[in-house]
């Protein structure tokens, strides 16, 4: 019988030394310089021969050093994701070979690479390379979340008031946008476009809460575990688990303390316009 590879010190050593070969191939040599093509998605979103190359190139070595374990990356097509996700039997490695597409394309340095093991429909390793500053996070259920292998934890627990969010306006249900940018209850806010560094930064401390109307599950499986690895409190939206339903897309709100989860909710009402998620 076919079983999944134990998840320990050496995979998490092996993934990072695939997932920075490749970016050391294709990711940083095109964003010093060299040209590549760029393509409109169906959904709109923006991808770039870099993608593809990143997602084939980690693909191919995940495949040759765990067989037995499926794969899903955000370059395939829909019907593939929800393939994988049925056929992941033996684990399910879900890929995002370069979340901040946009910002790469017009040179903004952030974004960043991001990969997890899925068992049972929960992620038990994680990881996410931000190839500029050279900052590889891990994390394995159970273990603690790290920085280049150093214990990060997420802030101290502050008043709503004084904290600093990263929130995605664009993708928040259009009465909850108004609502949050009318009140500001927040210190501040920021929106960094590559969701995958921002689960990372909640997990070191840099900001207090993460706020998103919808990610899909190459957005969040491993960086929500390396939050919530590092002290966050992860859910949806609604208070709701993260692996739960259709997780192939779901609203997020993680928070470095549970009380500023109940200091949001009054903010977070119910969208009159459902489309808007």
Not at 34 to 57: I, N, P, S, W, Y
Not at 72 to 84: K, S, V
Not at 107 to 135: M, N, T
Request: aromatic share 6%; charged share 20%.
């Amino acid at each position: 019988m076919t079983r999944t590879p134990q998840v320990d010190s050496g995979m998490v050593e092996a993934v990072a030394a695939m997932v920075r070969d490749a970016a050391a191939e294709h990711l940083v040599p095109c964003f010093s310089g060299r040209g590549f093509a760029a393509t409109r998605k169906a959904c709109g979103g923006l991808v770039t021969e870099v993608d593809h190359a990143m997602q084939e190139a980690i693909a191919r070595s995940l495949a040759e050093a765990y067989p037995e374990v499926g794969f899903l990356g955000e370059e395939m097509e829909p019907a593939e994701h929800r393939r994988a996700l049925e056929r992941a039997e033996t684990g399910l490695w879900c890929l995002d070979p370069l979340d901040g597409t946009s910002n790469f394309a017009v040179g903004i340095p952030i974004f960043g690479v991001s990969v997890a093991l899925l068992v049972g429909g929960v992620p038990v390793l994680g990881l996410v390379l931000d190839p500029v500053r050279d900052e590889l996070f891990t994390a394995v259920r159970g273990g603690g979340a790290s920085l280049n292998g150093e214990p990060v934890t997420v802030r101290e627990a502050r008043p709503l008031q004084r904290s600093v969010g990263c929130i995605d306006f664009k993708r928040l249900p259009r009465s909850v946008a108004r609502e949050l940018a009318a009140a500001q209850p927040f210190h501040s806010q920021r929106n960094f476009g590559s969701s995958v560094l921002e689960w990372c930064w909640l997990a070191c401390g840099r900001v207090d809460f993460y706020l998103h109307g919808g990610q899909n599950l190459w957005d969040f499986s491993a960086g929500s575990l390396i939050a919530a690895e590092a002290g966050a409190d992860v859910a949806t939206m609604d208070g709701e688990p993260l692996f739960a339903g259709d997780i192939l897309r779901r609203s997020i709100l993680a928070v470095a303390d549970r009380s500023l989860r109940a200091d949001l909710a009054p903010y977070l009402c119910p969208d009159p316009d459902p489309g808007q998620r």
